[in-house]
T-cell receptor, first 115, second 111 residues
Framework: DVKVTQSSRYLVKRTGEKVFLECVQD?????MFWYRQDPGLGLRLIYF???????EKGDIPEGYSVSREKKERFSLILESASTNQTSMYLC??????????????FGDGTRLSIL | KQEVTQIPAALSVPEGENLVLNCSFT??????LQWFRQDPGKGLTSLLL?????REQTSGRLNASLDKSSGRSTLYIAASQPGDSATYLC??????????FGSGTRLLVRP
């Protein structure tokens, strides 16, 4: 079974802090994704990556950056956290080969609160 | 803009009832349609994936159908159980592996 692990289930940070959210997958998947989920807005794609060192902007990249130094790890960075970034953050992965016929596998999410 | 709509937003049914969740999308050029389940405070669990060339997929008491021409997918749950209570999300995938999600249907199955 694919395992996608997000380093923290709950995180509380202060406005202006630099925040790192980590995601690791154990199935050698090329594609990795970061979403945020908010009531009434659903899941929205922040950034995604097709391979190491590669990154693509999703629908709402403003205020975020990402890092993919190793294939198994995809980090989401909040450069200067703001209260409107309080949300549930979800990481997902899928293989490049067969990625159109295999589902995305999700981690359990990180609930981030910015005070 | 590509949109995915799920109706109803919430549903409450007695245990044992068969039910249908609806998903509609605006762009018929999809690569696949995925159904997920989300329990409160948790991530998403994949239930079924229907490729664009397929009409339906089945897993146990779940059956999902896809009609690209009308832009619709349905998730049928047979003989519902309290353990089926969760939020059900559908999502369409485009050629760049990006998923566009609906807002979900929150299901409560009453004992």
């Amino acid at each position: 079974d694919v395992k996608v692990t997000q380093s923290s289930r709950y995180l509380v940070k202060r406005t202006g802090e630099k925040v790192f959210l980590e995601c690791v997958q154990d199935m050698d998947h090329e594609n990795m994704f970061w979403y945020r989920q908010d009531p009434g807005l659903g899941l929205r794609l922040i950034y995604f990556s097709y391979d190491v060192k590669m990154k693509e902007k999703g629908d709402i990249p403003e205020g975020y950056s990402v890092s993919r130094e190793k294939k198994e790890r995809f980090s989401l960075i909040l450069e200067s956290a703001s209260t409107n970034q309080t949300s549930m953050y979800l990481c997902a992965s899928t293989p490049a080969s067969g990625g159109l016929i295999q589902p995305q596998h999700f981690g359990d999410g990180t609930r981030l609160s910015i005070l | 803009k590509q949109e995915v709509t799920q109706i109803p937003a919430a549903l409450s049914v007695p245990e044992g009832e068969n039910l249908v969740l609806n998903c509609s999308f605006t762009d018929s050029a999809i690569y696949n349609l995925q159904w997920f389940r989300q329990d409160p405070g948790k991530g998403l669990t994949s239930l079924l994936l229907i490729q664009s060339s397929q009409r339906e997929q089945t897993s146990g008491r779940l059956n999902a159908s896809l009609d690209k021409s009308s832009g619709r997918s349905t998730l049928y749950i047979a003989a519902s159980q309290p353990g089926d209570s969760a939020t059900y999300l559908c999502a369409r995938m485009d050629s760049s592996y990006k998923l566009i999600f609906g807002s979900g249907t929150r299901l409560l199955v009453r004992p």
